[in-house]
Structure formats: C-alpha cells, structure tokens
C-alpha cells in the first residue's frame, strides 16, 4: 500500500490534516462524496496551494461550517479552490470563504446559504485581497423563509477598497 495521503487507497480523512501535510503549490485533492463538518477556521497559509474535488454536481466533495467561524480563511497568494460545495451551515457562522491575499481563484463551486447563514456574505473579499477570479460558480439561498434576516445578507461581499476582481 502507498503512503498515507499521497495514495487513493490510503486518503486522509481531514482537509486539516491534508493543509497540514502540504506545501505551497501542492494540490489537495478530494475524493467524490467527501463531507466534511468544519467547528474551526481552516486557514490556508501556503501560497498556491489548490483544493479540488472529484465528483460531479451530486458527489463532489462538500463542507459544511458549525460555528461562528471563517470556514475557510485564505491568508496565502494564489490559493485556488475548484469543484467544491459550501453547503447550508448547521449554526452562523461568519463567512463560508475569508479572502485576504491576492491572486486566488473560486472555479465551478457552489455556495448554499441555509437559515443559519444569516452572519454574513458567503464569500468575503477583505484587505490584501486582489488580482481575484469567480468562474462558473453559482449561489443559492435555500432558507426556505420570507424573512430575508433568515439567509445570507450577500453572496460575495467586498469590504475594503480591492484590485481587479474577475467574475466570469
């Protein structure tokens, strides 16, 4: 059998574990059907790292915030993350992605605010971050409520000034 992680046969079973044995410009790839409950912010601290999913729309890999935390906290130039789902949170959680860094990349993912994501936008774009690319991603408010306090105040939020943000 292979190495731990560097194997299909042996997978790690955390993107904690795998962020933690990587390097920057490694790619973390994700079995389809992958879920996983984040309670703490993942911060990704490793320039180019990039986070893929096998799997089409019904298996790829999914992740779900319990918390009152940045899901994910991008902190690292050139992150990239590909084929992903950031599902309904099961508490409020502050964001599903922070970005603070130039040059990152959100490609063919899915983001779906639930009642609980009412903290915030799904996908936060703060100081350092710039140089940005969205492509063939889709939000969806599934709350199921009229009372608009009862899912996301935005899909991708801005807060400071920022350079070249691409949505394609």
Do not use: W
Not at 70 to 81: E, L, P
Request: charged residues 15%; aromatic residues 6%; hydrophobic residues 40%.
């Amino acid at each position: 059998a292979g190495t731990k992680g560097l194997d299909r046969v042996r997978p790690l079973a955390t993107l904690a574990q795998a962020h933690t044995n990587a390097a920057a410009g490694d790619k973390i790839v994700f079995l389809p059907s992958h879920t996983q409950t984040l309670t703490a912010s993942q911060v990704f601290n490793k320039a180019g790292i990039s986070v893929e999913s096998e799997g089409t729309e019904t298996t790829r890999a999914r992740f779900v915030a319990d918390g009152a935390i940045d899901m994910f906290d991008v902190t690292a130039r050139g992150v990239c993350f590909e084929n992903i789902q950031f599902s309904a949170s099961t508490t409020t959680p502050l964001t599903k992605i922070r970005v603070g860094a130039l040059g990152n990349q959100i490609v063919n993912c899915k983001f779906i605010g639930g009642p609980n994501d009412n903290g915030g936008a799904m996908l936060q774009y703060v100081t350092g971050a710039g140089q940005a690319r969205i492509s063939g991603t889709t939000f969806v408010s599934v709350s199921g409520s009229a009372n608009p306090n009862n899912c996301a105040l935005a899909a991708i939020e801005v807060v400071n000034a920022m350079n070249d943000l691409e949505l394609d």
